[in-house]
């Protein structure tokens, strides 16, 4: 994809900077995507139709409230700390938006293919922490230093678990780059890390091959177990229900960007959609064969066109996240919210003490087989 | 060329933040840049090729210490009306030890090796940490346990002291 580019342009400043922005180009129109559905699912769960004027059915929606978001009034209120208050929102989108840069949208294109990819996802979330702090303290409204604590208590809890799901896959692959999780679980839909990881031997892109035979079935449980505890610990990371205390609309209006309107609450609701694809799409790598195809096979190595096989690469990818992220919207019109005293029950007494046996396991289990 | 302009621009990163650090009066100003101090000397270390001790940075200074700093502030500021002080205070003292620190680096790094100045090549950026984490485990293992018993200790005792 690279030198795609660099045929085009010359190797330059401005090729890197284009190969950077592609995730911008997809994190834009699937938040056009995203906005439309959330507002159609929420409204066939209710029993209703949903927006139905603009456009057949509805369907330019997303448009019309992105336009109505920029013709917006930008307020500052008074007494906020304005050099933070206007910082925060995209301090918390450049968050969201640097751990895209090691996520494999296909076998030609990853932002940065770095040997620390699970890792890096890891560190750069806490970025996002910092954000909603920021935003929390420099609104000087209690409601939003009360939602930043409690965004900020949560995230930093569930990403102990979260850590552990990633540590589990990585003892696992024994290897800590996305590309070299994703090839593992090539082939067909069993060989997935969910159903067990892979069946025969496979060789990594980082070189080193991977054994693998039929005894893997014994991880099956395990990894079963893990990934729908990633995918819990995933829906408290991105403040979603029935985990969004921090923006609980009852009690604290709305959360860390109860201050902020037009284009800088626009960013926080980029960046909280942005996290969700991020938070699926890495469900999908680790246990779901990230941009792998269910049937071991591509339609492009069929019919022998060589091109088509990235292309459908990045369809299942974009696929996989999307249904997780039509996961996420389907729990929050489904689940009501839990206490504060339940996500920490939650949190330290069920999802780490489990991550912690599921981990020993599995490394029992790699250090034996 | 870009490794170029990135050092600049992650050194003056660095820096700036690093002087709005030490110059703010506000705790949170401070503690808020430093923040934007820890990311630039992430991107350093990036372009020295240790790229595990960068994310390490990350993961450690930001997730870890820099939230809990904020918390702190933030915490002790609104339920407690101590006030947290952020001026010049003992100018004598504190100029003498900068300085005697400053002398000690600057000897060391100017005397321990001849060739400082020179611009030397270094290898392309590889991957550190299958290295790293062979070496932590044979070779330096006993320093390991030994610092995450330590960890482990200072856990309890903070929840020790956090229950009481």
Redesign the interface.
């Given at each position: 994809m690279e030198s795609l580019l660099q045929s085009f342009l010359g190797d330059n400043l401005l090729t890197l900077v284009l190969y950077c922005a592609l995730p911008l180009v997809f994190i834009i129109l699937y938040e056009l995507l995203a906005i439309l559905g959330e507002v159609k699912i929420s409204a066939f769960m209710q029993d209703r139709l949903g927006p139905m004027r603009t456009g057949p059915y509805g369907i330019i929606q997303p448009i019309a409230d992105v336009l109505k978001l920029i013709q917006k009034e930008d307020i500052t209120p008074k007494n906020a700390d304005k050099f933070l208050f206007n910082l925060a929102p995209y301090l918390s989108f450049m968050a969201a938006y640097a751990a895209f840069a090691v996520v494999p949208f296909s076998s030609q294109y990853v932002g940065a293919n770095l040997n620390l990819g699970a890792f890096y996802l890891l560190a750069i979330g806490s970025l996002n922490v910092a954000a909603i702090m920021m935003a929390g303290w420099a609104s000087n409204n209690k409601y939003s230093l009360y939602g930043a604590m409690r965004g900020v208590a949560q995230i930093v809890s569930y990403e102990v678990p979260a850590a552990m799901m990633l540590v589990i896959v990585v003892i696992f692959v024994g290897s800590l780059n996305l590309q070299d999780i994703i090839v593992a679980q090539s082939g067909p839909i069993w060989n997935w890390i969910v159903f067990g990881g892979p069946k025969a031997d496979v060789m990594l892109p980082s070189g080193q091959l991977f054994e693998a035979s039929w005894i893997n079935l014994v991880y099956l449980p395990f990894f079963l177990a893990a990934a729908v505890m990633y995918y819990i610990t995933a829906l408290a990371e991105t403040n979603r229900t029935p985990f969004d205390i921090p923006e609980a609309e009852s009690e604290l209006v709305s959360g860390y960007h109860t201050e902020y309107s037009g284009m800088k609450f626009a960013m926080f609701f980029m960046s909280e959609y942005a996290n969700m694809f991020l938070v699926s799409a890495v469900t999908a790598i680790l246990f779901f064969g990230g941009w792998n195809s269910p049937f071991g096979t591509y339609v492009g190595e069929l019919v022998n066109v060589q091109w088509l096989v990235p292309v459908e690469q990045f369809l299942w990818f974009a696929f996989k996240g999307l249904f997780f992220v039509f996961v996420i919207i389907w729990l929050r019109w489904t689940l009501p919210r839990l206490r504060v005293d339940q996500l920490m029950y939650m949190c330290w007494k069920v999802l780490i003490p489990f991550s912690f046996a599921i981990a020993l396991i599995v490394g029992f289990l790699v250090v034996v087989l | 060329m870009?490794q170029t302009?990135l050092f600049y621009v992650f050194a003056a990163l660095t820096v700036c933040s690093a002087a709005v650090v030490v110059f703010s009066r506000s705790v949170?100003?401070a503690a808020?840049s430093l923040?934007f101090t820890f990311?630039g000397v992430a991107g350093l270390y990036v372009l020295l090729s240790a790229?595990?001790i960068a994310?390490?940075q990350?993961?450690v200074y930001?997730?870890?210490i820099?939230?809990l700093l904020?918390?702190g502030v933030?915490?002790t500021r609104?339920a407690t009306d101590v006030e947290i002080r952020a001026g010049t205070l003992n100018t004598l003292p504190a100029l003498a030890v900068a300085t005697a620190i400053a002398a000690i680096l600057i000897v060391v790094f100017t005397q321990a090796r001849d060739d400082w100045m020179q611009v030397r090549n270094i290898p392309s950026i590889?991957?550190t940490?299958?290295e790293l984490g062979e070496l932590l485990l044979t070779t330096y293992i006993l320093p390991f346990e030994v610092a995450g018993i330590l960890l482990l200790v200072a856990v309890m005792g903070a929840a020790l002291i956090a229950r009481r």
């Open positions: - | 870009e302009i949170i100003y808020f923040l990311l790229d595990f994310v390490a990350i993961m930001i997730g870890g820099l939230i904020v918390f933030m915490l609104n590889e991957g940490s299958l």
